[in-house]
C-alpha cells in the first residue's frame, strides 16, 4: 500500500551552441586516447563518413568508461566495445553502422603450428567447439559474472562445465600447453574458458599471464614462453599487418582455429532518450551534428554533471536507523540479483537502467524462447500480468518503478541513491496499471525469479486492506505466512525512522522488523522523481539491506539471512519481533556467517575525523576474526595505541591529532593479520544543510 505526496518531473538536458536563430545541440563523443590514430573511431570516420568528430572528441582516461561518460552527462555519443554488459542495458542504444566502417573483430584461439602437429585434429576439435559456444551476448555474459565479483578463471571454467566440455579425463601424453592472455579481464576469462576445455578432453594445460596487451603477446609467444592466447581477429590483423590472418600469424609459426562468432570491436552508442530528440539512429546520421571531415576546427570541451537529490534522501542520511553510510564502505550489492515482483518498471529510467538485470542467454527481439527457459525475449525480466507470450515490462502505475529505486538505483551522480545501488533489478511484471493481479501471477513470478538468478525476492504486495493493523490478530497475507524465508517489514516516520508509521500494519509474531516507509523519495514511471509513502517503501529497503548481507557473503543461505536481518536489527519498543534493521551490522554479520568464516580477515576504516587535537576513529573487521587478538593504532606512521580484540564495528577517541591513520589486526603472536590507512577528516559543523533541498512530506 503506498500514498503519493509528490511528484517531479525531469527534462534531458542538451548542450546547444551557436546563435539565438539557428541554434545546433552539441553532439559531444567520448572515446579513449587511441580513437585520433584508430581506423575505427575518428580515422575511419573521416574516411569514410566524410565527418570528423575531432572539435567535440572528450578523452577517456579509461579506455571503456564510454557508457559512463554518458551517464555522467559528459558525452551524448561513446566509444563502446561490443562484449561490454552495459550495452545491453535498456537505455542504451548502439548506433547501426549503415556504411561498414568498423571491421570485424571476433575472438580466435591463435595457436602454434607446431602444437597443433603434435596433437593434431583432437586439440583443433576441441578448441573449434568451444569457440563454437561463444555468441557476442554470451561474452557480454561472462564479463558481467566478473564485474560482479567472480574471478575470471572460475566463470571460463564454469561456462565450459555447463556446456559439457569440462569434467575429469585421461591424461593424454605429450608436453604442457601454456596458455597466455593479456593484461585485461575478458582475455584472462577467454584462457580459462579454453584452458578448461583442453583439460576436459585430456590435455595438460598451464595458464600464464604475459604481462601487457598484444604486442606483450605477440613477444611471449616468440620467445616460446606460451603456446597459445585468445585473439582478436581484426585488431590483431590490423597489429601484424597484411591482408590475411593465417598468412600474418604464419610468420610467427602460428596457426589461427576457428573464429567464434563473440566480438569485441568497437561501437557506438547513445542514451535512446538523447538519440530519440536527435533523431539519430545510425552512424551517418551524425553527419547533421558534426563537420564535414575538412573543416573541423573547435576544442571539445566536457562538463561532469552533479547527483542533486541525495540530500533529500532521509532514511540513506548518516544517522537514520539505517546505518548505510557506514554499511556502503564494506558492501554495496555487486553480484546480487533482486527480482521487483510489482507493476513492472520504467527500465530506461536514468536512475534504473545502469542496474536493470540481462538475461545474456536470450537475443533480444527475435520471438524466440533462445534459453529454453518458458518465457520468450525475457530480456530484462518477464511479464505475468497478462497471458501474451512477449514481454512487457513497462509500469502503467508506478508502483513498480518506485520500488525498484529504493532497492538499487544507481550511484551514478543522477537523482537519487539505492539502498544497494550496485546490486541488479530483475523486473517481474504481475500487476496490471490499476494495480491489480493475482495470486497465481505472483506465485509464477517467484518461481520465475528464483529459477533465473535472483537472491532477493521483493514482494511490495498484499491482498487485502491493511492499514493500520495488529495483523497477529487478523492477518494479512502474504506477511502473515510463516515462512522460514519471509521477512515482513512495517513502515517507520522521518525523524531518524524511529516511530512507527500510522498507515502500518504491526505484529509481534508476523511483522519481523521495521525500516524507513514514509515520506521516501524514488524513481518515477514518468522518467522523474516522486516521493511515496507506505509499508511498500520499506520492504525494498530491507530487500536492498539483504542484497548488501549477500554481497559480503554470496554462499548465505536465505534462512541464515533471514535471521541474522533480525538478530541484528536495532532493538526498540515498536510492536514488531526484532527492531530496526541495521544495514552496517547485518553485513559484518553475513561477512563472518558460514560460507565465508574460513577467509582470511579484512579491516575498513569506517571514518576518521579530528577536531583540535583529538582523532575520532571507527573500523570494522570483516571474514573470520577469531584469530585477531590485538589492534594496533597508528596515527601519522607512529603506533599510538593497542586495543584488546572487540566486537565490530568499533569506535577510538585519541588526544592527539593527526593527517593519516592506519588501523592493524594483530593475532597472538602479533603478527599482522590485516591493515587498513585512511586520511582522517575535518569533524564537519552539522545543521549546514537544514534548509536546503525540496519539500518533504508524509
Known amino acids: 500500500m503506498a ?75 561513446a566509444l563502446a566495445f561490443t562484449s561490454d554488459p552495459q550495452l545491453s542495458r535498456p537505455d542504451i542504444l548502439t548506433l547501426r553502422d ?10 580466435v584461439p ?31 555474459g561472462l564479463n558481467q559474472r566478473v564485474i560482479d565479483g567472480r574471478l575470471p578463471e572460475a566463470v571460463g571454467g564454469e561456462f565450459i562445465d555447463a556446456n559439457g566440455l569440462g569434467g575429469p579425463a585421461r591424461t593424454r601424453r605429450g608436453p604442457r600447453i601454456v596458455i597466455g592472455y593479456q593484461a585485461f579481464d575478458e ?72 573464429r567464434s562468432p563473440a566480438q569485441d570491436r568497437n561501437g557506438f552508442a547513445m542514451k535512446r532518450e538523447v538519440a530519440g530528440q536527435l533523431g539519430v539512429g545510425k552512424l551517418s546520421d551524425l553527419a547533421r551534428y558534426w563537420p564535414a571531415a575538412a573543416t573541423a576546427r573547435v576544442a571539445a570541451t566536457a562538463r561532469a554533471a552533479a547527483d542533486p537529490r541525495e540530500g533529500e534522501q532521509w532514511a540513506v542520511a548518516p544517522g537514520s536507523v539505517l546505518d548505510l553510510p557506514d554499511a556502503w564502505q564494506l558492501a554495496r550489492g555487486a553480484g546480487v540479483t533482486v527480482a521487483i515482483v510489482d507493476s513492472g518498471a520504467r527500465v530506461q529510467h536514468p536512475d534504473l537502467a545502469p542496474n536493470i538485470w540481462t538475461n545474456f542467454g536470450e537475443v533480444p527481439g527475435n520471438g524466440v524462447d533462445d534459453d529454453r527457459n518458458g518465457y520468450v525475449d525475457d530480456v530484462h525480466g518477464v511479464d505475468l500480468s497478462s497471458s501474451r507470450a512477449g514481454q512487457d515490462l513497462s509500469d502503467g502505475h508506478g508502483h513498480g518503478t518506485h520500488v525498484a529505486g529504493i532497492v538499487a538505483a544507481a550511484a551514478n551522480r543522477v537523482g537519487v541513491v539505492g539502498v544497494a545501488p550496485q546490486a541488479k533489478l530483475m523486473i517481474v511484471k504481475v500487476l496490471q496499471a490499476d494495480g491489480s493481479g493475482t495470486t497465481g501471477a505472483v506465485a509464477e513470478g517467484i518461481r520465475y525469479a528464483a529459477a533465473n538468478g535472483a537472491r532477493v525476492i521483493n514482494l511490495s504486495l498484499a491482498g487485502n486492506d491493511n492499514d493500520g493493523r495488529d495483523i497477529d490478530r487478523q492477518p494479512s497475507y502474504p506477511a502473515s505466512l510463516p515462512e522460514a524465508n519471509l521477512l515482513a517489514v512495517a513502515s517507520t516516520d522521518p525523524d531518524d525512522g524511529r516511530g512507527i508509521s500510522d498507515f502500518s500494519n504491526f505484529g509481534r509474531l508476523a511483522v519481523q522488523v521495521a525500516a524507513p516507509g514514509a515520506g521516501i523519495l524514488s524513481s518515477a514511471n514518468t522518467g522523474g522523481w516522486e516521493i511515496k509513502s507506505g509499508t511498500s517503501m520499506a520492504a525494498p529497503m530491507v530487500a536492498g539491506v539483504a542484497a548488501l ?113 592506519r588501523v592493524e589486526a594483530l593475532d597472538a603472536a602479533g603478527g599482522t593479520l590485516a591493515g587498513a590507512e585512511r586520511r582522517v577528516a575535518k569533524l564537519r559543523k552539522g545543521k549546514r544543510d537544514v534548509r536546503t533541498g525540496g519539500r518533504v512530506s508524509t
Open 3 to 77: 500514498r503519493v505526496a509528490a511528484c517531479v518531473g525531469v527534462l534531458v538536458a542538451l548542450v546547444w551552441v551557436g546563435d539565438a536563430r539557428a541554434q545546433t545541440p552539441r553532439v559531444r563523443f567520448a572515446a579513449p586516447a587511441s580513437c585520433p590514430v584508430n581506423a575505427n573511431c575518428i580515422p575511419g570516420f573521416k574516411r569514410v563518413y566524410r565527418v570528423d568528430p575531432s572539435p567535440f572528441y572528450v578523452r577517456l582516461t579509461v579506455a571503456d568508461a564510454g557508457l559512463q561518460a554518458l551517464d555522467d552527462g559528459r558525452a551524448e555519443v
Open 98 to 107: 549503415d556504411r561498414h566502417m568498423i571491421s570485424a573483430d571476433h575472438v
Open 110 to 140: 591463435i595457436v602454434r603450428s607446431s602444437v597443433l602437429r603434435r596433437y593434431g585434429a583432437a586439440l583443433r576439435r576441441r578448441l573449434d567447439n568451444a569457440s563454437g559456444l561463444l555468441s557476442t551476448l554470451e561474452l557480454r
Open 187 to 258: 582475455n584472462q576469462t577467454l584462457a580459462y574458458l579454453y584452458a578448461e576445455a583442453l583439460r576436459g578432453a585430456g590435455f595438460r594445460v598451464r595458464v600464464r599471464a604475459v604481462g601487457g596487451l598484444r604486442p606483450e603477446t605477440v613477444k611471449a609467444f616468440r620467445a616460446g614462453r606460451i603456446d597459445m592466447w585468445p585473439g582478436y581477429s581484426g585488431s590483431l590483423l590490423g597489429y601484424l599487418g597484411g591482408s590475411s590472418l593465417r598468412r600474418a600469424l604464419a610468420r610467427l609459426g602460428a596457426t589461427p582455429l576457428r
Open 549 to 661: 548481507a549477500v554481497s559480503g557473503n554470496p554462499q548465505i543461505s536465505a534462512v541464515d539471512l533471514r535471521g541474522l536481518l533480525m538478530q541484528n536489527a536495532g532493538r526498540s519498543k515498536l510492536p514488531v519481533a526484532a527492531g530496526y534493521v541495521n544495514a552496517l551490522h547485518t553485513v559484518l554479520a553475513a561477512s563472518s556467517a558460514p560460507g565465508v568464516a574460513t577467509q582470511a580477515p579484512t579491516l575498513k576504516i569506517l571514518t576518521a575525523t579530528r577536531k583540535g587535537r583529538r582523532t575520532h576513529i571507527r573500523a570494522a573487521a570483516l571474514g573470520s576474526s577469531a584469530a585477531i587478538k590485538t589492534y594496533r593504532i597508528k596515527l601519522d606512521g607512529r603506533t599510538v595505541a593497542q586495543l584488546t580484540a572487540r566486537r565490530s564495528p568499533f569506535a577510538v577517541d585519541l588526544r592527539r591529532s593527526a593527517a593519516r591513520v
